[in-house]
């Protein structure tokens, strides 16, 4: 009986081939490893002078490309990719007249190596990438599950996995998930940046080991707890939820909160709260700098500290 239930979720693959077939596909070839294709911010271009205009390969350039994702197209890449590959793909962003939220991004299928920081921020969409091919850690807000086709790896948002897709896709061990709980535990021991990015469902994620930048990134509802330390941006432009860092978290912590809690069991790095408008982080130490402000802890501080098993110095910045 358990290998039929087994055989009932269990996805039939199809060669690379026939999974095209009878499909609009837009097909580029690179010759040079190039960076933020498929980057929805163009690489911050509010603070850049990057061109989304500049040709990419055979007249297609990037906009083409954000744009096509953006209406859950599918494109086929051959060659070797750069950094910030599908940067913040799935975000509705303001800065181009989006609502803010979240699109139904479409398909990048490669084969070739990619660069770090792939899926960064990423919040749906999906990639693929032939075995025979890596990318190179940290990996961004992405998780590998089972994929549809033959001798390629597929990767889609932890964020979407975790509040739109888990009763789609088969999650690859040793991470688990939990539907009972809405609980998603990493523990491939893969080093990601933006765990969480634009979260907005109370469920929880826990990363056994550590990560990169800028976890919880614009996230509004539930909890992520890293069982290690975190890199620098830890809680940037968080806006609502909890982070739990059962370690130490890199400088500039805090950045630009509007709300929530961050919660650190040791050294919460210098810059802290930098330009912070609300919310609480605790920490044994910590560095901060205007408006956020060292205080010492009440007892209603004292008690969602022990809830956490945060016991003994701790202060709270504000």
């Known amino acids: 009986m358990g290998d039929i239930m087994f055989g009932l979720f269990k996805k039939s693959k199809k060669d690379i081939n026939s999974f095209l077939k009878d499909k609009s596909v837009l097909n580029i070839e690179l010759n040079n490893k190039i960076d933020c294709i498929g980057d929805f911010t163009y690489n911050f271009i509010w603070q850049s002078e990057f061109d989304y205009n500049k040709e990419i390969s055979q007249g297609i350039t990037f906009k083409n490309i954000v744009e096509l994702l953006k209406n859950n ?22 800065y181009f007249g989006g ?17 770090t920081r792939c899926g960064i921020s990423m919040v749906s969409g999906t990639i693929y990438i032939n075995d025979k091919n890596t990318i190179k850690q940290p990996i961004g807000n992405i998780i590998e599950v089972e994929s549809d086709i033959k001798n390629y790896k597929k990767y889609i948002s932890i ?19 939990d539907k009972r709980t809405n609980i998603l535990i990493l523990n491939d021991g893969i080093i990601r940046d933006t765990v969480g990015a634009r979260l907005k469902n109370n469920v929880t994620i ?57 919660l650190i069991k040791e050294n919460a790095g210098k810059f802290l709260g930098a330009k912070k408008k609300r919310g609480i982080i605790y920490a044994k130490q910590g560095a901060p700098i205007p408006p956020t402000k060292k205080y010492n802890l009440d007892k209603n501080d004292k008690k969602i500290l022990n809830n956490y098993g945060f016991i003994g110095a701790y202060y709270k910045f504000e």
């Open 73 to 94: 197209g599918m494109i086929y890449i051959k060659g070797n990719i750069g950094h910030r590959f599908c940067s913040s793909m799935g975000a509705d962003l303001k």
């Open 99 to 115: 609502s803010g939220g979240i699109l139904n991004a479409g398909t990048i299928i490669v084969d070739g190596d990619i660069d």
């Open 159 to 177: 964020t979407e996995y975790i509040e739109r897709r888990h009763d789609k896709e088969k999650l690859l061990k040793p991470n688990k998930f």
């Open 206 to 262: 826990i990363i056994n080991g550590n990560v990169d930048l800028s976890t919880g990134i614009l996230m509004e509802q539930g909890k992520i707890i890293i069982n290690g330390n975190a890199g620098k941006n830890t809680g940037v432009l968080l806006n609502g939820g909890t982070i739990v860092i059962n370690g130490s978290t890199g400088d500039f912590t805090a950045s630009e909160m509007k709300k929530g809690t961050i």
